[in-house]
C-alpha cells in the first residue's frame, strides 16, 4: 500500500465578540487528538499521522473591534448610561453582527471579513502534504457560521468581489472541495428570515457542486458530504435547521441536539459559549473528519 497519504484541511471561524487570534487553539489540539486516535483504528494507519489533519483559524474580529472602542468612547464621554457590563456585551455581541450586513451602498466590512476566510485558507497551500485537491471542512460558530454560509454561498455561485478572491486559484481555495460543514450554535435559521423565494431562502450545496469533478463517484464511493449543525437546546440563539424548509431539510445531513457548557452554564443561554471543546461537539466532528480521509485515502472506517 501507498504511503502517499492526502490530509484533510479544517477552516475554524469565530462568532461575535472579542476574540483573541488563539480562540481555537484548545479545538484543534482536542479534534487532533480525536482525530489521531480514530485514523489508528484504520486498518491501515498512515505512517505519518501528524500530518494527515491541517487546521487553520479564521480571526476576523479584530476587522471592528478599533471602530467598536471608538464608537463606545464616544458614547460615553458625555453620558453616563446604566447597566455598562451589559451595554458592552451588545456592543460586543450584536454590533458585530449589524456591521457585517450588506447596505445598498456599502459592504466593506463583509467584504474584509470574507477576505480574512479567503487568506486563511490560500494559507493552507504553504503546508507540507496539502494540495491544490486536499478536501476541506469548515467549522463555524455562532455568527461565524453565517459567515461560513455566505462565504461558500459566494463561491459556488460566484459572486465574490475581486478583494475576496486568491491570489493562487485552486479547487481548494475556490472551494470546489468541500466536503464537511460544522455549524456550532448557529443563528442561521434566523438569517433565513431575508429570504421569502422560497421561504427561507436556499442553503449551500454540501458537498460543493465541483466535487465530484476531483473525486469521482468511481473512485470514491465513500467520499460523499455532510452538515452537521449542533445545537443546545438552552442556547437562544442556536436553531435546527432542517424544519426551514425542504431544501434545507434535504442538504443539512442531521441537526444534533446537545448540551454544551459546565456547571454554570449548560442549563441556561450561557451555554452558546461552550460548543468548542465540548465531546458531544469534537467526537462526532472528529469521526466525521476520520471517515472523509478514509475516504479520500480509499479506506474502510469502524465507525457508520
Known amino acids: 500500500m501507498s504511503t502517499i497519504t492526502t490530509p484533510v484541511a479544517v477552516l475554524i471561524i469565530h462568532g461575535v465578540g472579542s476574540q483573541q487570534s488563539t480562540f481555537a487553539d484548545e479545538m484543534v489540539a482536542e479534534l487532533t487528538r480525536r482525530f489521531k486516535r480514530e485514523l489508528r483504528q484504520l486498518p491501515h494507519p498512515p505512517p505519518l499521522i501528524d500530518n494527515q489533519l491541517v487546521c487553520r483559524a479564521v480571526h476576523w474580529a479584530a476587522i471592528l473591534q478599533q471602530s467598536q472602542h471608538r464608537m463606545w468612547a ?3 464621554a458625555e453620558h453616563d448610561l446604566d447597566f455598562i457590563k451589559l451595554r458592552r456585551y451588545m456592543i460586543d455581541f450584536a454590533s458585530d453582527a449589524v456591521a457585517y450586513q450588506i447596505t445598498p451602498s456599502d459592504r466593506t466590512v463583509y467584504d474584509a471579513v470574507h477576505r480574512r476566510v479567503t487568506d486563511a485558507l490560500t494559507s493552507l497551500e504553504d503546508t507540507p502534504g496539502i494540495t491544490p485537491t486536499t478536501p476541506l471542512a469548515v467549522v463555524g460558530h455562532s455568527l461565524g457560521t453565517v459567515i461560513a454560509s455566505n462565504w461558500i454561498w459566494d463561491l459556488q455561485h460566484r459572486l465574490q468581489p475581486a478583494t475576496e478572491q486568491s491570489t493562487n486559484e485552486t479547487p481548494l481555495t475556490c472551494g470546489e472541495t468541500l466536503a464537511r460543514l460544522f455549524t456550532l450554535g448557529s443563528p442561521i435559521a434566523l438569517w433565513s428570515l431575508r429570504y421569502t423565494q422560497p421561504p427561507f431562502g436556499l442553503p449551500i450545496t454540501i458537498p460543493s ?15 460523499t458530504g455532510e452538515w452537521l449543525n449542533f445545537y443546545d437546546e438552552d442556547d437562544v440563539i442556536a436553531y435546527p435547521l432542517k424544519p426551514l424548509n425542504a431544501a434545507y431539510h ?55
Do not use: C, K
Request: charged share 15%.
Open 250 to 304: 434535504q442538504m443539512v445531513t442531521e441537526d444534533v441536539a446537545i448540551n454544551v457548557g459546565g456547571l454554570l452554564s449548560s442549563w441556561n443561554p450561557l451555554s452558546h459559549n461552550g460548543y468548542w471543546t465540548d465531546d458531544d461537539v469534537t467526537v462526532p466532528i472528529a469521526r466525521s473528519l476520520a471517515r472523509l480521509w478514509a475516504a479520500i485515502n480509499r479506506q474502510s472506517t469502524h465507525h457508520p
Open 74 to 76: 464616544r458614547l460615553t
Open 209 to 223: 457542486p465541483h466535487f465530484r469533478q476531483h473525486y469521482p463517484s468511481a473512485a470514491f464511493p465513500d467520499a
